[in-house]
Every structure is written in C-alpha cells, then in structure tokens.
C-alpha cells in the first residue's frame, strides 16, 4: 500500500497516514483508486472498517493541496448523513487528520490551505447560517432536510462548486420517503452545479447493491426513440374526430415517453463474513452426574476433586423439601408423636 499512498496522494499526507495507521483497510485499498479517478463509488465495508475516512481522505488531498478557488466558490464536498448526531461526530472525527496532515506539511516546509467544516442542520443558529452564506466552508455536513432548505433558500448559490457528495448509512434512505426526498435534492444539486457530481455512498447493510448503485447515481432521461418517432395525427377540419377511446387514454396516461440511463457507480464489496467465537461453559464438568458425590481424585488418597467455580458452592439437598410448608409441618408433628 505504501506505493499506492505515493501515487495518490501529496507526499505529506501519505507520511501522516504511515505514522498513523500501520496499513490500509481493503475499502481504502480498493476505493482510493475508483475515488482518485473521479468515478462515482459506492463502498460496502463492515463498520469500523475505515471507509468514511476512504471516502475522505482524497477530497482532503484535493482541498489542502491543490490551488484554493474564489472566496464564493469554496464548498466543494457535500457530506450528508441521515442522522444528525453522526453528523456532528464526523466533524469532530475530522479534526485529527486535519490536524495530523496540517503538522506533517508544517514540519515539510510544504504550503497547504486548511479547510473550514461548517454543520447544517435544524439544531444551527441563525447566526452560523448567515456566515456560511456570506462565506463558504470548504466541506459542509448537513443532512437531507437541511440539503433540500438550502437548495430552496438564497445559499443555493454557495453550493455551485460542490464537486463531491457523500452520503453516509445510505441503506437508511433508499427504500424511505427521505430517500426520494434526498434523490430530488440531489437532482436539483445536479443542474446547479457545472459538472457532474462524484458521488459517493457508505454503508457496512446494503442489499442490493445494484439497486443501492443505481439509487446513489441517479438517472438520466431522454426522449425516446418511439415518441419521437411517431408523429402526432393530423386533425382535418371536414372530418368530425372519432371519440376518444377511454381506456387506451387512461393506460397512456401513465406511459413513460422518455428513455431511463441510470449513472454509471462502481461497487467496492469489501464486506467479510462474521466471524462468531463462541465458548460453552459449565459450572459442573459433566451435566448428567449433578447431585451426584464426586469420585475420588485418582492422584491424590482420600481426597475428592472438587469442583470450581460456582459448582464448589453448591448444595444438592433439594431446596424443594426445605422450603415446602408441608413437609415442615409434617416433621414437627412426628417429633411431638416421638417426644418422651
């Protein structure tokens, strides 16, 4: 991976990565490649297994490292996540490799612009919203309600120079209503900006990963070749025009006249099966001789091998029988029938 590190990234983030990190996770091995080239990608990877950073770590290459745009033109990764919690933690995750990435460069002589992170969400001030207006961060973290406010309101302007898009935990949103929502947010983002968004989505549940795929890139329509190619009848003015047919009107009513082209997205299936550990213990070394007396330990003379554990405190005299009013209201009785 070190050769990888080198061909991909500025040498002072590859150094920071190899001080940090003792080697790259496959979603990273196998992601970075598809991410570097600009394709949209969508990274299946259990959790904890690296690949918000895969999805990162080139947007952070391109931010620190590569010449700064206009002041206006600065936000250029979109994170969403559909929970407004995980949101605040990856931008509090964000903050060490900034800061890891920034240190190595200073200790290089290297020069280096250190992105801003802005959050939108219900929970921002007022305040915070006007400021990220007036001056874009360079990656915003917001979630799909807080995407579709900002597209309808004046900061629609700030994210025309979103060039990447995240979408964390995408499984959550695909087959929901918030799914569809985030789809036609991310369609109107599509004719804002002035070049096709790379888009990139993360999940460790994902299934299936065609559909997840299409879903994540998106479609494209075009008018298709039988509406196009059958002309609209001619009406004459001396003919009465025949009545309409209801049913045929009511099955074209929901024909599609336009051409579907679903995005091309890679699939990166880094997942890996369970592994499961499973350990059986007992408090007696074997169940079908409970209650019974235990034999003698064959090393040691008159001495009998006890049990650990709980079993050594165990008492087999049924609890039952002490316990029962019965039996001791029978006992007491053949005591005072026994008594001198």
Known sequence: MPDALQSLFHPALAEWFRAV??????????????????ESTLILAPTGSGKTLAAFLWSL?????????????????????PLKALAVDVERNL?????????AA???????????????????????????????????????????????SNAHESLRSVETVIIDEIHALVS????????????????????P???????????????????????TTTLSTRASSSPKPKRSLKTRAPKPDLTASVHSEFEDDRAVTYRPVTIIDASAPKKLAIT??????????????????????????????????MDTTCAWRLNTPRSTASSTRMKAVNAP
Not at 21 to 38: E, H, L, V
Not at 122 to 148: K, M, V, W, Y
């Open 21 to 38: 990190f003792a080697d790259a996770t496959s979603p990273q091995k196998r992601g970075w490649p598809a991410i570097a080239r600009g």
């Open 176 to 195: 929901t209503k918030r799914g569809a929502h985030l789809a036609l947010s991310l369609e109107r983002l599509e004719r804002l900006v002035p070049k």
């Open 280 to 313: 059986v213990q007992t408090p007696v070394e074997d169940m079908a001789a409970m209650g019974k007396p235990v034999p003698p330990s064959p090393g040691l003379r008159g001495a009998s091998e006890q049990p650990s554990g709980p079993a050594s405190r």
């Open 106 to 152: 200073l200790a290089g002589g290297i020069p280096f612009h250190a992105p801003s992170i802005a959050i939108r969400t219900g929970d921002t001030p007022a305040a915070e919203r006007a400021r990220f207006q007036r001056a874009p961060a360079d990656i915003l973290i917001t979630t799909p309600e807080s995407l579709f406010l900002l597209l309808t």
């Open 197 to 219: 968004l790379q888009r990139i989505g993360l999940s460790a549940t994902q299934r299936p990963l065609e559909e997840v795929a299409k879903f994540l890139g998106g479609a």
């Open 61 to 81: 290459n391109r931010l620190m490292f590569e010449p700064v745009p206009d002041a206006k033109r600065r936000c250029r990764v979109l994170y969403i996540s």
């Open 95 to 103: 903050r060490a490799p900034l800061a890891g990435i920034s240190n």
